[in-house]
């Protein structure tokens, strides 16, 4: 009965039109015979319908059965076409035959679709709404335009008036609804599941750790996979058209899979986001993220798998937002219960704030062994990390007390064996700190787990494990508070050549005014920017002499920067061709701790260069790739004035294949749409070099571009051809200044190198030097090859003739400097920074007056100083050396100046009248400071300035966290700030006393300190959170379920994710746009009604006649005499005067017509003549009679017009 | 009307169908008769096809991956692929057949000739030395075997010439500079014999055929750069016809000309793009027994046959 119900649900309109045949057949008796084919046509629509549908046949292939039906059909009723149009032959027995297959198969196809449709249709119309219904009263128009309408169109005859009037009766209705703004509240059914995976690292993994390494697959993780992919694939008929997406989130939140109703693949895979931080586990915003990916009106819900163990955001203020927008959370929870046993946290290593001096330092290291009954062996380390006095890093190992229980061997130097029990250890060191004033250092402790077992009663180990599986690395170290002392230190990072300092000289004049001068390149650094920032906090001042930009990364650039805005470190850049805009510093965090811009923002200052290289496809390992990090590169460190053009062998641009991914352009500001466009670029392999070089010579020694250097860089392996021609263009290039570089990539043997550096060597700038040639092995050479080519065209920054320097502001760092200065030979081209904190105190050669170069510029930068020194100091007396500044060497005001300069910059001397301790507790940091003037009493009055250094770069925009000391009692205060970030936070704290109201701007003090948060609270957490899960269930209305194996798959077969959501959406959608779409055709099919007139009359005999000439029925024609003929050709001349007597535009004046089409269609002359030589003047003359009398009624109309407008005319 | 006369209309209605048909083929003749070939590193797909030969009834197709494959001559995987030892340093470029159906490999950046059986097992190899001195090669990029067993081996780069070795490898003359001028050249990418017996040779950079005897006297040279019919752009392979006509695939105007022997431009067919009928970076062409051409359409990755 439910199957039949069922079927009669998806066939009623079958049912219903098989009723309707029988009821044609019934009431129309009349005829028969139409009858019969109109039911009979109803049943076997109907009929297909309900027997056919979903009918596959296989043949070579599985065809859907009605297909078949219908390709047949219609094949036949073609094939019934042909032999009427070749052979007179016609069967309406056959055809009606064909045709009813033709309607069974058609019925099998769409009968089932179609009335689902139609019932979605009703729904639909049920659903309407109106916005605005008041303007429904509108509709009462619509009798007075039938009415007018009426009267007004009288002259069309019955049909067409009818037609009319509906056409603008509708017309009018439709533009009332519109006005109502009518729209369609549907109900939606459909859920969109949005999964929530936790990717962080306090998801217990479950490694098998006997296995190989490389089958060391975390199966937890593929158990969720699995069981998204088969909640999602098996979700189900009944919720196809629901849709599901994934987040993975850690501490931050990605979208791997948008929600969509996705039917066959569910592959879910960590590459898709990207690298995840596992370090935190912020649910909060995963759920913010899923609540905005959710698409408009439908059902909402997150199935959240996770541990609950957050550590930023809040869930359940989220979950509260998530109940409000009518989401579900459901929830998975990982492993509850499961504690992370087996597992041991270096908690803290505890170091007192203030060292004095000779005394042994006590130091306290404390260990979690979460085991409840198995004991840990391992081996604890504990380091003191300083400074060497080359600035490198010096690691000593600290000794640890040998008489504590847990101590099993200690021998100096190396480290300690422990047996950790379980529980909370706690292990005591003792160091002898260096003395003050010498290097800040800090500690460090490691434990590395050996073994564990369980201690029986004689003192031994049994059920012995080695290792411990569960451990997790990264909360097996921990760094102590850093001790931070000034030492007036000087960080002086340049470039050796030759293994010698090209600033020996200066070096030795600083050190000889008693500046401590750390000399470091900088490949020497430490690379990661939390060891770095470190790092730098040995020093006082950083000089950038003459480095470029790219032997550093952002997040080193970014603590160079920090540190002097936030600890205030000096910093000072001296120039040189590799400084300032020459070298990359355009855009950088350096340049904005400095006093100056590096970009040149006057094109008359640049002097334009124009760069052009010329791309060949590489056989190299992703040689394609980059030549794109080229490109990109060298475009980025142009100027907005220079030019560029990049040139490739493209197919099918031109004979000679060359093709300009970028036109020979100005580079502008906007440098985004030229690097685009590499993105896109894809060079492929050239023949030959000759047409490129010859392109790259022409345009460069065009005078028009007003180049004043122009480049030319190939990059290719050294195959193509380099003629005559080639040859020609180089010669070319050598006359007119321009070189050209060539960069041999994977050249297949010496006689392609030699070709390219043929090339180069054939091409000379203005001083006759050549170009380069490089035959990197690596393709990561390739970007410093390009910079510095790169470099070559952003000579137009250095002004390197003398020039007499001019001493703007005496006093203060250029204190007792004349201001009469020496000579200097050269600087590099920069722009003021316009701030009231910036001091222009040398200035170079200026351009018309009005574009002024500073040489020295200086300011306060945050708590730091910075100062910009645009010429150089590579000048080497004793090696011979001449550099820019070689007439400041000689003169007396050079130890001075340099001296002065530095002392001005460094970070103030910390006296020790400030001291600085901090804690970490729960998430938050604690300063204290104490205030002590020199005769030890405290002191209140004093206003202090402090900032932070976080302990990862900033993103920009980024906000700073603040902080704000309070008094708390006499000399002493206190601040606080929110900390989550593992690493280390400086704090630096600058103190002026104030004198009545106001400071006095003597500074009092300046302190530093350290904290160290070693690891993420992600590693602290060892089970999980199941109360936040429940809660965010019960908040919302979701389910609890855990990720137990069983439960997993009975729940993805279960499609219990896909059941409905709680408050079903509404999606409200409006449609008014397309009833005035609809009205505005209507309304050309009203001009079209009134306007043009359809001789139905004509147009039958037209398809009489047209049937009987297919089908050259002689017996008719040949029965027809021409008396009878003549008679019809009058009745129907006299029918058509009368049709056309009603017509509106018909003119009373007799127009010369043809004669009827069916008068010369008679075959008067051969009544029986073959059809193929019969003319057919009726249908061609048709049309042009309607087209000409149309034609007519216009110009009768524009006549009227225009005679009736003459009056007005001006005469 | 009869029965009969019914049937016979019938069959006269499927005739004229098959005619029309085939009338609307020949008019559609632009377009190619089989394209086949995708992207991939399976076997059976190809990356930039570089350079073809037909043995029998099968086409070898090395490319940028260096694996040489064969397909039949309507594109189906014939199960065989393989390289040569090493491609570090570049890939074959040059693929040829020898008078015993064997599949001459020029292992371009390794500086030798290695012959293959059909089925990839390597049976001799010449030179391997590179330099400039006789006996030594640059970069080798096409081989032919003529009737009596001699080698035709062209090379550019760091030479420019053509060497003729006898059947067992030894020299027997060469010649050819880098230069513009008559029996000079600049890349000669192609080598194809004549019915005539001559030697013809694609100077691709001097957009020009050059025409020589077999022992290196120059005979005549034709085309030179430009885009109009007997004019050429980057020739990069050439072949000849059973019935004599010579085809040259140009790369930089991607299309195939038909031309005689004394190089009188007769057809074109092709076009820069990507659609069938259209020609992207056409590197290689060879000719079936047939006289159908199948066209390496290098940067779309395929195949394509057409017979003029």
Redesign the interface.
């Known amino acids: 009965m439910a199957s039949m119900s069922d079927f009669l649900a998806s066939h009623w309109l079958g049912a219903v039109l098989l009723l309707l045949s029988v009821m044609v057949m019934v009431f129309l008796r009349r005829d028969r015979s139409a009858a019969l084919m109109c039911s009979s046509s109803i049943a076997a629509f109907a009929l297909g319908g309900f027997f056919l549908t979903g009918k596959t046949i296989s043949l070579d292939q599985v065809y859907n059965f009605g297909s078949v039906l219908m390709g047949f059909s219609v094949g036949c009723l073609v094939v019934q076409v042909g032999t009427l149009i070749l052979g007179r032959i016609w069967s309406w027995q056959l055809a009606f035959g064909f045709s009813l297959i033709g309607l069974f198969a058609m019925g099998a196809w769409t009968e089932a679709d179609l009335g689902a449709q139609i019932v979605e249709g009703c729904r639909l119309i049920r659903s309407i709404q109106f916005t605005q219904p008041i303007w429904l009263l509108l509709l009462g128009l619509i009798p007075f335009v039938i009415a007018l309408a009426r009267r007004s169109l009288s002259g069309l005859g019955r049909h067409r008036k009818w037609v009319a009037i509906g056409i603008r009766s509708s017309i009018v209705a439709l533009l009332v609804l519109a006005l109502s703004e009518p729209r369609i509240n549907r109900l939606s059914e459909n859920v969109s599941v949005i999964f929530l995976l936790d990717r962080s690292q306090s998801i217990p993994q479950e490694v098998d750790h006997e296995a190989n390494l490389v089958d060391q697959i975390d199966s937890r993780w593929q158990r969720t996979r699995e069981f998204v992919r088969n909640a999602v694939l098996l979700r189900g008929q009944v919720h196809e058209r629901d849709r599901a997406g994934v987040i993975l989130f850690g501490k931050r939140p990605k979208l791997a899979l948008p929600p969509a109703s996705v039917r066959d693949k569910f592959d879910i895979d960590d590459r898709m986001a990207g690298p995840i931080d596992g370090q935190y586990t912020d649910i909060a915003a995963a759920l913010k993220l899923a609540l905005a990916s959710f698409p408009e009106g439908v059902g909402k819900r997150v199935v959240l798998v996770s541990d609950g163990n957050e550590n930023r955001g809040s869930a359940l203020d989220q979950a509260a937002l998530a109940q409000q927008n009518g989401a579900e959370i459901d929830v998975v929870s990982v492993a509850p219960g499961k504690v992370t046993d087996e597992e041991v946290l270096v908690q803290s290593v505890e170091s007192p704030p203030v060292t004095t001096t000779g005394s042994r330092l006590p130091l306290r290291v404390l260990l979690r062994n979460t085991s409840k009954s198995r004991v840990v062996r391992g081996l604890l380390e504990l380091v003191r990390i300083g400074l060497t006095e080359d600035g490198s890093e010096k690691i000593e190992q600290v000794a640890i007390e040998q008489d504590q229980p847990q101590v099993l061997e200690a021998e100096r130097g190396k480290p300690a064996r422990i047996l950790l029990q379980p529980g909370l250890n706690s292990l005591r060191y003792r160091d002898i700190p260096p003395k003050p004033g010498e290097t800040s250092f800090s500690y460090r402790a490691t434990f590395t787990p050996i073994s564990s077992g369980l201690p029986s009663e004689d003192g031994r180990l049994t059920d012995v494990k080695m290792g411990l599986p569960n451990d997790r690395i990264a909360n097996n170290r921990a760094t102590s508070a850093v001790v931070l002392r000034g030492q007036r230190r000087v960080l002086f990072i340049e470039e050796s050549v030759g293994g010698r300092s090209p600033h020996a000289h200066l070096i030795r004049t600083l050190l000889r005014a008693e500046i401590k001068v750390s000399a470091i390149s900088p490949a020497r650094l430490p690379a990661e920017p939390g060891d770095f920032s470190l790092f730098l906090t040995n020093f006082d001042c950083i000089v950038l002499a003459n480095v470029p930009a790219e032997y550093f990364s952002r997040d080193q650039m970014e603590a160079i920067r920090t540190s002097v805005h936030d600890q205030g470190t000096g910093l000072i850049m001296i120039g040189g061709p590799d400084s300032f805009g020459p070298g990359g510093y355009q855009n950088t965090p350096i340049e904005e701790a400095l006093p100056v811009e590096c970009e040149i923002k006057s094109p008359l200052a640049a002097g334009k260069g124009g760069l052009v290289l010329i791309m060949h496809a590489s056989e190299m390992a992703d040689g394609n790739h980059w030549q794109k990090v080229i490109a990109r590169l060298a475009i980025e460190r142009l100027s907005a004035p220079d030019m560029v053009g990049v040139m490739q062998y493209g197919f099918g641009v031109g004979a000679a294949g060359v093709s300009w991914v970028i036109p020979f352009q100005t580079v502008g500001e906007d440098k985004s749409r030229l690097l685009a466009k590499i993105d896109r670029m894809d060079p492929q392999d050239m023949p030959d070099f000759d047409p490129f070089l010859t392109a790259a010579a022409d345009t460069l020694a065009n005078p028009d571009h007003n180049l004043s250097v122009k480049h030319c860089i190939v990059i290719s392996d050294g195959d193509p051809q380099y003629g005559a021609a080639g040859q020609a263009a180089t010669a070319k290039m050598a006359a007119n200044s321009i070189t050209c570089t060539t960069v041999g990539v994977a050249t297949h043997g010496q006689a392609e190198s030699t070709k390219m550096k043929g090339i180069a060597e054939a091409t000379k700038d203005g001083r006759g030097n050549p170009g380069s040639y490089y035959e990197p092995k690596d393709p990561s050479q390739l970007p410093s090859i390009y910079i510095k080519e790169s470099r070559r065209i952003s000579q137009s920054f250095i002004y390197d003739k003398p020039f007499l320097p001019r001493h703007l502001i005496v006093g203060g760092m250029t204190e007792g400097i004349p201001k009469q200065l020496p000579a200097l030979r050269g600087f590099v081209r920069t722009t003021y920074k316009e701030s009231p904190l910036a001091q222009f105190r040398i200035e170079g050669p200026p351009i018309a007056n009005d574009i002024r170069f500073p040489i020295l510029a200086s300011w306060q930068y945050g708590l730091g100083k910075a100062i910009a020194f645009t010429s150089d100091a590579r000048t080497q007396p004793a090696e011979n050396i001449t550099g820019w500044d070689a007439d400041w060497v000689e003169s007396d005001l050079y130890k001075k100046f340099w001296e002065q300069s530095v002392n001005w910059a460094l970070r103030p001397v910390e006296a020790g009248r400030m001291t600085l301790a901090s804690e970490y507790r729960e998430g938050r940091i604690r300063v204290t400071l104490q205030a002590r003037d020199e005769r030890d009493q405290p002191v209140n009055n004093l206003e202090l300035d402090a900032k932070i250094t976080v302990p990862r770069a900033l993103r920009p925009g980024e906000p700073i966290p603040e902080i704000t000391f309070k008094r708390k009692g006499p000399g002493l205060y206190e601040a606080e700030f929110e900390s989550e970030e593992a690493g280390t936070y400086f704090v630096t704290v600058q103190g002026q006393r104030i004198s009545g109201a106001e400071p006095n701007g003597a500074l009092f003090d300046t302190a530093r300190t350290g904290v160290t948060i070693p690891y993420s609270p992600e590693f602290a957490d060892l089970d999980s959170n199941l109360p936040l899960l429940k809660q965010l269930a019960d908040l919302t209305g979701g389910r609890y379920f855990t990720d137990d194996p069983e439960s997993l798959t009975q729940l993805a077969q279960s499609a219990e994710l896909f059941r409905n959501a709680p408050k079903t959406s509404r999606a409200y959608q409006s449609f008014w746009y397309w009833l005035i779409f609809a009205a505005g055709i209507l309304f050309l099919f009203d001009v079209g009604v009134r306007r043009i007139a359809v001789e139905w009359i004509e147009l039958r005999e037209l398809g009489r006649d047209f049937w009987n000439r297919l089908r050259s029925t002689p017996e008719v024609q040949s029965s027809l005499t021409l008396e009878q003929l003549q008679r019809r050709k009058m009745e129907i001349d006299d029918k058509l005067e009368r049709e056309r007597a009603v017509r509106r535009f018909e003119s009373s004046s007799p127009i010369n017509e043809p004669a009827p089409p069916i008068a010369d269609a008679l075959p008067i002359a051969r009544p029986v003549a073959p059809p193929q030589h019969r003319t057919t003047p009726a249908t061609s003359e048709t049309p042009e009679d309607m087209m000409s009398r149309l034609k007519k009624a216009r110009d009768r109309a524009e006549h009227k017009r225009d005679q009736s407008s003459e009056p007005d005319r001006p005469t | ?1 009869t029965r009969s ?2 049937l016979g ?2 069959i ?2 499927i005739i ?1 169908t098959a005619l029309i048909t085939s009338a609307i083929r020949g008019g559609l003749r632009s377009s190619a008769d089989v394209v086949w070939g995708k992207r991939g590193v399976l076997d059976g797909d190809f990356v930039r096809p570089r350079a073809a030969t037909i043995i029998g009834d099968r086409i070898y197709i090395v490319d ?1 991956t260096a694996r040489i494959q064969a397909f039949s001559l309507d594109g189906e995987y014939a199960g065989i692929t393989f390289t040569t030892p090493d491609f570090r ?3 074959p470029s040059g693929l040829g057949t020898d008078r015993d159906g064997n599949l001459i490999v020029c292992d371009s ?1 390794y500086h030798m000739l290695r012959i293959y059986s059909p089925s990839g097992v390597e049976l001799r190899q010449f030179g391997g030395t ?1 330099g400039s001195a006789v006996g030594e090669f ?2 080798l990029s096409d081989c032919v075997q003529d009737g009596e067993g001699f080698y035709y081996l062209s090379e ?3 030479n420019d010439r053509i060497t003729k070795l006898d059947r067992e490898g030894q020299v027997v003359t060469t010649w050819g500079v ?3 001028g008559p029996g000079e050249f ?2 000669i990418r192609a080598l194809a014999l004549g019915p005539d017996g001559l030697i013809y040779v694609a100077d ?2 001097n ?1 020009r055929i050059q025409v020589f005897d077999r022992d290196g006297g120059f005979v005549r040279s034709f085309g030179g ?3 109009e019919a007997g004019a050429f ?2 020739p990069y392979d050439l072949a000849f016809d059973p019935s004599g006509n010579l085809y040259v695939v140009e ?4 299309r195939i000309q038909q031309l005689t022997p004394e190089g009188q431009s007769l057809r074109s067919w092709g ?3 990507s659609e069938p009928g259209q020609l ?2 056409p590197w290689a062409l060879a000719i079936d027994r047939q006289g159908r051409i199948h066209i390496i359409d290098t ?1 779309n990755h395929r195949v394509q046959r057409i017979s003029f």
């Open positions: 009307m006369m019914r209309l019938f006269l209605l004229s940028f340093n570049g890939r950046h590179a640059g970069y550019f780069g760091q880098n230069g513009t600049q890349r691709a950079c957009h750069p430009g885009r752009s980057y790369r930089g105007n991607a076009m820069p793009g992207a970076d940067e």
